[in-house]
């Protein structure tokens, strides 16, 4: 056979990458999106305002056994099909801009920050995960009248345990905390601590069709302690479910995500925040992806004597390698 002949094969093989075994992940992206918040009290004050905001993120994934590919849905691949222990890191920078166009009242937010973690097997079908992340971030005020510019830190942690029922389902539960911390440029001081206790399933329906199906309940708090104000803590709740057809070289979600706020004593305000997503992901090969998430949100909160309500809508793009 000629050179030129094993040359051209070569090639074809390393593009193709039909038995591709890699070791390492790399995610990154941007997002970028708009809201509008409706505030009315009932005193006959309103204020109406839009929001525009990004944030760009990256993450690497470090597998410690290779991933065999034996031909399953590519997008599935590492955290379903494969039993590869791993950890990974993330860095993520963004913020947004408001303007409210009644009170010529404009205001500022970014933030930086990065995460760590991993995920280990004990046994074959059992493995235990945990994750750290840290983020600072200010709010600047652009109004004469009202200073509500302050300082941001946020830390949290997760831990979860996944097992595997057989090759196509699993399940998880997963604890998880983090906490806000707020200086504000007038002496206020205010702290968050969200706790989070979650069960959830993943699994494919159906060898032939390929239907990816997850569903979550979660159950938590938020505790709020304040400085010259009185605290207020909520009990949360979630739900959340995504579905959708998952092919060799492509997949699309269908997600549905519920969260709500119950203040714990009566006074407090209360909301609830609902998210609808789509998620397409196509595979060029067996390295590489072009996938995003195209969301609608809506925030309905609402206290003793007002009313809150913010929509948006988000696009995300994001690239992923694998090698």
């Given amino acids: 056979m000629k050179i030129t002949t094993w040359i051209c094969l070569i090639c074809c093989i390393s593009f193709t990458g039909s038995a591709l075994a890699f070791n390492s992940q790399v995610t990154a992206g941007i997002e970028n999106w708009t809201s509008s918040e409706e505030y009315e009290e009932d005193s006959g004050f309103t204020s109406e305002g839009d929001y525009t905001g990004n944030e760009t993120f990256a993450s690497y994934t470090y597998f410690l056994s290779p991933v065999e590919d034996n031909g399953e849905p590519l997008d599935l691949l590492p955290f379903f099909f494969s039993r590869s222990s791993y950890v990974y890191g993330n860095f993520y920078t963004g913020g947004w ?82 906490d806000r911390e707020r200086d504000f440029a007038n002496g206020f001081e205010r702290s968050d601590t969200y706790r989070w206790l979650v069960l959830s399933y993943g699994g494919v329906l159906g060898q032939q069709s390929n239907i990816y199906l997850s569903a979550a309940i979660g159950q938590g708090s938020r505790d709020r302690d304040q400085s010259n104000a009185n605290d207020l803590d909520h009990d949360l709740t979630s739900y959340s479910i995504t579905v959708g057809p998952v092919y060799r070289h492509f997949a699309i979600y269908f997600s549905w995500d519920y969260y709500e706020w119950d203040p714990e004593y009566d006074g407090g305000w209360e909301a609830d925040e609902t998210s609808y997503t789509i998620s397409p992901n196509y595979w060029f090969n067996e390295q590489i992806m072009l996938g995003g998430d195209l969301s609608y949100w809506s925030w309905d909160e609402s206290g003793n004597d007002y009313d809150f309500e913010e929509s948006g809508t988000s696009i995300e793009i994001k690239v992923r390698y694998r090698f």
Avoid at 100 to 127: Q, R
Avoid at 128 to 155: L, S
Wanted: charged share 35%; net charge negative; hydrophobic share 30%.
């Fill in 97 to 178: 801009d408001f303007d409210d166009a009644d009170t010529d009242y404009s205001s500022e937010k970014d933030w930086t920050g990065l995460g760590v973690g991993g995920l280990f097997y004990l046994i074959p079908d059992t493995a235990i995960g945990a994750r750290y992340f840290t983020q600072n971030g200010d709010w600047e005020d652009n109004d004469a009248v009202v200073d509500d510019t302050y300082d941001e830190d946020r830390d949290g942690w997760r831990v979860w345990v996944r097992h595997y029922l057989d090759d196509f389902n699993r399940v998880s539960i997963r604890l998880s905390q983090t």
